[in-house]
T-cell receptor, first 117, second 113 residues
Framework: AQKVTQAQTEISVVEKEDVTLDCVYETRDTTYYLFWYKQPPSGELVFLIRRNSFDEQNEISGRYSWNFQKSTSSFNFTITASQVVDSAVYFCALSEAKYSSASKIIFGSGTRLSIRP | EAQVTQNPRYLITVTGKKLTVTCSQNMNHEYMSWYRQDPGLGLRQIYYSMNVEVTDKGDVPEGYKVSRKEKRNFPLILESPSPNQTSLYFC????????????FGPGTRLTVL
């Protein structure tokens, strides 16, 4: 069965610190997709990234970076030099089927990140 | 402006009174999905659609129906709402391509009394 675990329920750091959000997944498929989403206090959902199982290259987008390691079934998300605007709940998710974002998606329980000024 | 719209944004209703939450996207996306978000249970997928007339169940489809008669619209239908369907609902559409970027609607907060 597929499963996504975000063991960190809440994280609080001081602004400008680096912070890593952990995501561990379980799947029996060889083809799958992993996602991260952000939900700021205003409540909207924002798609951050999709990674397929064949691409283990790390991804960097500004202050955000993602580390995908199949050997440990992890897809961790790091924010460098955090800012107050990064405060949000972050969800990791997994999709097993051929058509990534259109097929069944399982979400982790989320990590609430608070950045203190 | 690329967007996903949902209506209504807020709804309070009573048990058993049929309702429809509309979802519309203006990006010509083939893929659309519905999710619900509940405290302590996180986000769960209700239904998804890969194209017109092609829909399939997500994790929690019980008590819901969807239809996809045209590409831009993907309404969520609650034939006989119950209090356990009180939730925050999100619609999303997805662009196909290298990134499969998902665009979410603003959410619909539904209360069933």
């Amino acid at each position: 069965a597929q499963k996504v675990t975000q063991a960190q329920t809440e994280i609080s750091v001081v602004e400008k610190e680096d912070v890593t959000l952990d995501c561990v997944y379980e799947t029996r498929d060889t083809t799958y997709y992993l996602f991260w989403y952000k939900q700021p206090p205003s409540g909207e959902l924002v798609f951050l990234i999709r990674r397929n199982s064949f691409d283990e290259q790390n991804e960097i987008s500004g202050r955000y970076s993602w580390n995908f390691q199949k050997s440990t079934s992890s897809f961790n998300f790091t924010i460098t030099a955090s800012q107050v605007v990064d405060s949000a709940v972050y969800f990791c998710a997994l999709s097993e089927a051929k058509y990534s974002s259109a097929s069944k998606i399982i979400f982790g329980s989320g990590t609430r990140l608070s950045i203190r000024p | 402006e690329a967007q996903v719209t949902q209506n209504p944004r807020y709804l309070i209703t009573v048990t058993g009174k049929k309702l429809t939450v509309t979802c519309s996207q203006n990006m010509n996306h083939e893929y659309m999905s519905w999710y619900r978000q509940d405290p302590g249970l996180g986000l769960r997928q209700i239904y998804y659609s890969m194209n017109v007339e092609v829909t399939d169940k997500g994790d929690v489809p019980e008590g819901y129906k969807v239809s996809r008669k045209e590409k831009r619209n993907f309404p969520l239908i609650l034939e006989s709402p119950s209090p356990n369907q009180t939730s925050l609902y999100f619609c999303a559409s997805t662009s196909r391509g290298d990134t499969d970027t998902q665009y979410f609607g603003p959410g619909t907060r539904l209360t069933v009394l």
